[in-house]
Structure formats: structure tokens, C-alpha cells
């Protein structure tokens, strides 16, 4: 068990819907990390929050949105879902002082499906 | 644009064997950050290693070792005497700064280790 908590484990829904992933981070750490798994394009970075802030983006779409909350939970909102939108999307979370990427901690992932 | 090849789609060895995955990169920064990911067949992600591109040291941890040289772009991962439990998919991944700008995986490589 890393510590890190992904909700829901498993997401169904239609096209065109908006649906809130949510992670919540080891505690006392301070950096939120979102990726995505599909079997179209693997593995990619979405996005990076530390303590509140955006520091990094990668592939995210413009339909796609995050947030880091005072608490350090994060969520991340996708919404006009595609049927391509369907992946296992990953949190992570590392302590982030000084050297943010020295060990990143996994949530479960959750599994969405777009149907 | 950044890139990291892994050519290596599918690797099969015998338990005790020694076994070597390869990684490319391709970054015009001269500083930037490579990673090792496992991810074993029940799906979670485990982070393995971070290295910056001014530490070439290589580096040994148990049974894994990790082989840098900017040379050839090459950040290489071994396993030595490999185990049953090393059966995953392995990523290697390059980010352009220290928070996740222009973070890319490779395509992995399954690794299994058969009794």
C-alpha cells in the first residue's frame, strides 16, 4: 500500500458526460502528479501540483481540468467524455521539497470507461 | 521533441538469468531527468529510479543496476538473477525539468521471468 488513495476504482459513463477523479496524496506530501494509460497512447503525464499550485503540464486536454485543494487532495475533472477518453488514469504523489521527482508514491488508478 | 525508445517490446528469460532493458533517449536540454516504472500484472505503477543528467554514476540497488551514459543516450536497466516477481512492464521516462515539463514515457517492455 503506497499511501496514496484513488476514487472511484472504476468509473462507467456515456459520452458527453463530466466526471471528478479524485487522489488523495501520501501524508506530508506536497506534489500531485496525473497520468493516463490507454492502449492507444500509453503512458503520458497530464499534470503536476505542488502545495496548491500548477507547476507542470503535459498532454491534457483542454477538456480536462485539475486542482490541488488546501488539503492537498487533488481532483481531476474530464468532461464531453470521448469514447477515447477510456483509460486507467494514475495519481501520484511525492514530497517534493527541493527535489520533486526523487520518489513518486502511485495511487490504484482509476479505471474509466466511456461508453 | 523529446523522445525515449525502448526497443525492446518483449523480453522472456529463465529465473536466475540475467536480463537488460534498454532505454534511448533523444532531448536537446542538457538537463533533464530519466526514470525507470514498473508496472506488474495486478496494474499498480512503482517508481524505481530518478537520475539528473549531470549524475552519470551508475547505480546499484539489490538485485537492479542501472547503467548511464550520456554518450549514447542510453539509460540502461539490469536485473541481475532475476525472480518470478521482477515479471512486469517496465517504463523508462525522460522529463525536461525538475517538475514534469515535456515528460514522456517509452513504449515499455514486458519482462517475463518463467520457473
Known amino acids: 500500500d503506497s499511501g496514496v488513495t484513488q476514487t472511484p476504482k472504476h468509473l462507467i459513463t456515456a459520452t458527453g458526460q463530466r466526471v471528478t477523479l479524485r487522489c488523495s496524496p501520501r501524508s506530508g506530501d506536497l506534489s500531485v502528479y496525473w497520468y493516463q494509460q490507454s492502449l492507444d497512447q500509453g503512458l503520458q503525464f497530464l499534470i503536476h501540483y505542488y502545495n496548491g499550485e500548477e507547476r507542470a503540464k503535459g498532454n491534457i486536454l483542454e477538456r480536462f481540468s485539475a486542482q490541488q485543494f488546501p488539503d492537498l487532495h487533488s481532483e481531476l475533472n474530464l468532461s464531453s467524455l470521448e469514447l477515447g477518453d477510456s483509460a486507467l488514469y494514475f495519481c501520484?504523489?511525492?514530497?517534493?521539497?527541493?527535489?520533486?521527482?526523487?520518489?513518486?508514491?502511485f495511487g490504484p488508478g482509476t479505471r474509466l470507461t466511456v461508453l | 521533441a523529446q523522445k525515449v525508445t525502448q526497443a525492446q517490446t518483449e523480453i522472456s528469460v529463465v529465473e536466475k538469468e540475467d536480463v537488460t532493458l534498454d532505454c534511448v533517449y533523444e532531448t536537446r536540454d542538457t538537463t533533464y531527468y530519466l526514470f525507470w516504472y514498473k508496472q506488474p500484472p495486478s496494474g499498480e505503477l512503482v517508481f524505481l529510479i530518478r537520475?539528473?543528467?549531470?549524475?552519470?554514476q551508475n547505480e546499484i540497488s539489490g538485485r537492479y543496476s542501472w547503467n548511464f551514459q550520456k554518450s549514447t543516450s542510453s539509460f540502461n536497466f539490469t536485473i541481475t538473477a532475476s525472480q518470478v516477481v521482477d515479471s512486469a512492464v517496465y517504463f523508462c521516462a525522460l522529463s525536461e525539468d525538475n517538475y514534469g515539463q515535456n515528460f514522456v514515457f517509452g513504449p515499455g517492455t514486458r519482462l517475463s521471468v518463467l520457473p
Open positions: 537520475r539528473n543528467s549531470f549524475d552519470e
Open positions: 501520484a504523489s511525492s514530497v517534493a521539497s527541493g527535489a520533486p521527482y526523487n520518489e513518486q508514491f
